[in-house]
């Protein structure tokens, strides 16, 4: 930032100077740019554990949000930022799919860039993972007392727009239940665990970097697609 309006002489700019270079090195090996994780896990296990929460109509409204942010997530590879931004008005439901058009400012848009809108087609061969019909009930139990126009809803009083920090506790939860070692993976590594698997589906690099907002293929191969681990550690609460 700093060199793009100071220089010396008009001819070095800041991030020249031997005495900069010198210290952004030390920060780099003090706290490298590292990718975070080497592998992620198995989504299978996520929503293997998300299929035991049916019927939808008999999940309480916490259960229900649990299950609908950790959907989202995983079936449109964004950051919390997103899912955290979703307002009504940006999503258009019907019994075949739902359509969002984020118009928020997200951290991938730039001038003339923004994020694509998102289709998510129902899934009719399992009711119980059909975002659909996941969100059709979330909308149904939160509308008694829904005051705002932004999607997700705390579960207490009095029922205001969550902070991301809610919704990443909420993933934590999820995880931890479904057998995530959540103290190595933090509600983030869903981006990473949902782009690995869609392109170990044969999804194409295209369409994975579309949905979820990158301009470019290095930065999901260096920071996002990664193996699954041979094992899951299973985390066995008392």
């Excluded at 035991?52 to 299950?67: A, D, E, F, G, H």
């Excluded at 970097?209 to 681990?229: I, Q, V």
Aim: proline share 4%; net charge positive.
């Amino acid at each position: 930032m700093l060199s793009s309006f100071m220089s010396v002489n008009q001819e070095k700019t800041v991030g020249q100077w031997p005495l900069v270079k010198r210290f952004l090195k030390g920060i780099f090996n003090l706290k490298p740019s590292l990718p975070r994780y080497q592998r992620t896990w198995d989504v299978e296990v996520v929503l293997k554990y998300l299929k035991t929460l049916t019927p939808v109509y008999m999940l309480s409204l916490r259960v229900l949000s649990y299950k609908l942010v950790t959907l989202l997530l995983l079936l449109t590879g964004q950051r919390l930022q997103t899912i955290h931004s979703l307002d009504l008005d940006d999503i258009t439901v019907t019994d075949s799919n739902i359509s969002i058009d984020v118009r928020s400012l997200l951290k991938c848009s730039k001038p003339g860039r923004h994020l694509q809108p998102i289709e998510l087609p129902a899934f009719i061969e399992d009711n119980s993972l059909c975002i659909v019909t996941v969100l059709k009930e979330y909308l149904v139990k939160s509308s008694c007392f829904r005051k705002t126009q932004k999607l997700i809803l705390s579960c207490i009083k009095p029922y205001s727009h969550v902070s991301k920090d809610t919704l990443g506790r909420w993933v934590k939860i999820v995880l931890q239940t479904s057998g995530v070692d959540i103290n190595i993976y933090k509600p983030h590594s869903t981006r990473s665990a949902s782009t690995s698997a869609a392109l170990q589906c044969a999804t194409s690099v295209d369409t994975i970097l579309k949905a979820a907002g990158w301009s470019n293929e290095s930065t999901f191969r260096t920071f996002y697609d990664k193996p699954y681990l041979n094992k899951i550690i299973m985390i066995i609460i008392v």
